[in-house]
């Protein structure tokens, strides 16, 4: 790598930490403002019959017997989506669900388990705007806190977008030098030696080294020497044997040269 490149690397680097920090800073707040929200809920969801408990998440109340986390009796939902007048999420509306249950044994559980359910959807029906307000008054808060830090984001991803850009072009420059001075070589890093298409339905393959020895002046094709693992019969070994063969191609067409790099680079074939 060029002292260029390094220094581009370099700065890449640290655009990519600060941009961390404030995706973590973000999700940080995320997180406190879901549990704020589920607070909130909690504050109003309470059952006074122990047999029975309430559970929460951001947008829902459950009300669940107390030994049972799982099987909810009543739900309570916010129905929180995209407001297009406030441009974020809000709570408009919300729903309940009432499970219906079927009691084998009418003793005073059935009664515990009616006046829990009335308990619950009092606190709904009484409470159910002052929770909507609660939770998009919350939800208010911290969009402010986020987009405090917008710009700074924002900023940072131009950044990193030129940045990345200039790497490319570094790399994409440094590339084509290589490909027409000494050569770009090739290694099959756990799998094969990289292909060329040079001429249509006609591939080599097993390249060890390209080279372009000329480029047409519209650069779209290209003169070629490639090195390529062979192998041929040895009479006297009984055996075929490898070796690395010499071989030239008039006018192929640059971009599947480029196609070629392209891959190798992604799969780490390219010997820096």
Same mark, same amino acid.
């Given at each position: 790598m060029s002292k260029r490149a390094e220094i581009l690397q370099f700065r890449l680097d640290q655009l990519q930490v600060e941009k961390q920090d404030l $995706? &973590?800073? !973000?999700w940080r707040l995320y997180k406190r403002k879901q549990s704020e929200q589920m607070l909130m809920l909690e504050s109003y969801f309470t059952i006074p019959n122990k047999k029975f408990a309430?559970?929460? %998440?951001?947008? !829902?109340? =459950?009300?669940?017997?107390? /030994? /049972?986390? *799982? +099987?909810?009796?009543?739900? *309570?939902v916010l129905n929180d989506r995209?407001?297009? /007048?406030?441009?974020? #999420?809000?709570?408009?509306? %919300?729903?309940? *669900?009432h499970n219906g249950t079927t009691h084998k044994d009418l003793d005073e559980s059935v009664i515990e388990q009616a006046q829990a359910r009335l308990d619950f959807m009092q606190v709904a029906v009484d409470f159910n705007d002052d929770i909507i307000a609660h939770w998009n008054a919350i939800e208010k808060k911290y969009d402010r806190l986020v987009d405090s830090f917008f710009t700074a984001k924002e900023e940072l991803h131009k950044a990193i977008s030129d940045q990345q850009r200039d790497i490319?072009?570094? #790399?994409?420059? !440094?590339?084509?030098?290589?490909?027409?001075? %000494?050569?770009?070589?090739?290694?099959?890093?756990? +799998?094969?030696?990289?292909?060329?298409?040079?001429?249509? /339905?006609? &591939?080599?393959?097993?390249?060890?080294?390209?080279?372009?020895? =000329?480029?047409?002046?519209?650069?779209?094709?290209? $003169?070629?020497?490639?090195?390529?693992?062979?192998? =041929?019969? $040895?009479?006297?070994?009984?055996? *075929?044997? #490898?070796? $690395?063969?010499?071989?030239?191609?008039?006018s192929v067409r640059f971009d599947k040269i480029q196609r070629l790099l392209r891959r190798a680079k992604v799969n780490n074939k390219i010997i820096s």
């Open positions: $995706d &973590n800073r !973000t309430c559970k929460v %998440s951001d947008t !829902t109340a =459950r009300l669940v017997y107390a /030994d /049972d986390q *799982y +099987g909810a009796i009543v739900e *309570y995209w407001s297009r /007048d406030e441009g974020a #999420e809000r709570v408009q509306d %919300s729903k309940v *669900y490319e072009k570094l #790399e994409k420059e !440094t590339l084509k030098e290589l490909l027409t001075t %000494s050569g770009v070589e090739f290694t099959a890093n756990g +799998g094969r030696l990289p292909e060329l298409e040079v001429r249509w /339905d006609w &591939n080599i393959n097993r390249i060890k080294k390209l080279k372009v020895t =000329r480029l047409t002046p519209s650069g779209k094709s290209a $003169d070629v020497e490639l090195l390529v693992k062979s192998n =041929r019969w $040895d009479n006297d070994k009984d055996e *075929y044997v #490898e070796f $690395d063969e010499l071989r030239t191609f008039e």
